[in-house]
């Protein structure tokens, strides 16, 4: 599927260009006391002209065909870089916490690590984690590494997202 960079982009984000529109595919995770686990996601990227991009990504579980059943998770933020390769990511999760993300992008590959995480009382007791995004072969592949009080930094999602028709 084509992809165009907007005219009214900030040229800040021009290395993280190809991550704009929507993209859906399938996932695996894993955690102690959960297992292995399948799951589908979208992930919608967009920009307002400003020096920032909006990301929201939604999981959800799947039916054996493939078809979403009931959601999951999500998340939403910002990216913002600076176009010099540094950028940051702020994301706030409705399990109660947020998380701050530095790190590095190449233009096709980016890699983040957390700096901060913030929860309200209750909330899901992560610490912090790592991430990568990476654009191959025209898709989305990206892994999230995560830490908890209770469980030290591991694997915990990954997939491979397409682009979709606009």
């Known amino acids: 599927m084509a992809f165009e960079?907007?005219?009214?982009?900030?040229?800040?984000?021009?290395?993280?260009?190809?991550?704009?529109?929507?993209?859906e595919g399938s996932g695996k995770g894993t955690w102690p006391g959960v297992g292995e686990f399948d799951y589908g996601q979208q992930v919608d990227v967009t920009h307002n002209g400003a020096d920032?991009?909006?990301?929201l990504?939604?999981?959800?579980e799947v039916d054996d065909?493939?078809?979403?059943?009931?959601?999951?998770?999500?998340?939403?933020?910002?990216?913002r870089a600076s176009g010099d390769g540094e950028l940051d990511l702020v994301l706030a999760h409705p399990e109660g916490y947020a998380e701050i993300w530095y790190g590095k992008s190449d233009g096709a590959k980016i890699e983040l690590t957390t700096d901060a995480v913030?929860?309200?009382?209750?909330?899901?007791?992560?610490t912090g984690g790592q991430r990568l995004y990476g654009n191959v072969e025209g898709?989305?592949?990206w892994t999230w590494d995560r830490a908890t009080t209770e469980v030290p930094l591991q694997a915990f999602m990954w997939a491979r997202l397409q682009r979709a028709a606009a």
Do not use: C
């Open 5 to 23: 960079i907007p005219d009214d982009l900030n040229p800040n984000l021009l290395g993280l260009a190809w991550m704009l529109g929507r993209w």
């Open 52 to 55: 920032y991009l909006h990301y």
């Open 57 to 60: 990504s939604q999981t959800f």
């Open 65 to 79: 065909a493939g078809k979403a059943v009931r959601p999951l998770s999500m998340e939403t933020g910002f990216w």
């Open 118 to 126: 913030m929860r309200t009382k209750g909330a899901e007791p992560v």
């Open 139 to 141: 898709d989305l592949l």
